[in-house]
């Protein structure tokens, strides 16, 4: 069973989330789609992120009537720092076959992730390019502790000295961010249409981001 692994903190999920998930879920063949909330995510301990709870309600609430996306609470439940290396390590004796899906800012920042170099034993990776991003197909904006051990295959597909792969898919490009919701709620204006209307429903009966 191929399985698709979408981290992140959601906080909160919006469209653009959603929409990409599906594309790629349909474009390789996904069986399903995991949204794997961070506990607490290393990369923004300096910001404060919102209840836990909330966080995982809200996904909760925007997957149900898709089957083939899915909520996992692993990271939840193991609690301290979410680190993608314990996660792919996990879902891989669980399932085989992980497609570990991002966006391109978070990849070119990946030599600073805790034991990165064995993230490219466990999954193929699906980077998310938005049609701005350029393009990274010959590695060249790669960081070099990753160009070094990459050669390109075609276009869209690099081969990693683990026989793994990394392909570079570009996606709908829905000008949403969680940042940009969570500011615009700040300051009372509407956020419909950016987020799944029941996830719109929830934040306004919980007062979330609000000033």
Known sequence: MAI??????????????????????????IEKVFFVPAYIPPHKRGRRV???????????????????????????????????????????????ELYFIMGLDAFLEIDTWHRYEELFSHADFVIMLRPIDRDISDSAILPETVRRLVRKIDDTTLLHTTGKKI?????????????????????????????????????????????
């Open 4 to 29: 698709g692994i979408f981290g992140g903190t959601f906080d909160p999920v919006h469209i653009g989330h959603m929409r990409a998930a599906e594309e790629i879920r349909e474009s390789f063949g």
């Open 50 to 96: 919102s209840d836990v709870d909330h966080r995982m309600e809200m996904l909760r609430i925007a997957v149900r009537n898709n089957p083939f996306l899915r909520l996992s609470e692993l990271e939840i439940r193991r609690g301290g720092i979410s680190y993608s290396i314990d996660t792919l390590e996990t879902f891989e004796k669980r399932y085989g």
């Open 167 to 211: 392909y570079l898919k570009r996606v709908t490009q829905l000008d949403i961010s969680s940042t940009q919701i969570r500011e615009a709620l700040s300051r009372n204006e509407s956020i419909r249409y950016l987020v799944p209307e029941r996830v719109e429903r929830f934040i306004s009966e919980r007062g979330l981001y609000r000033a």
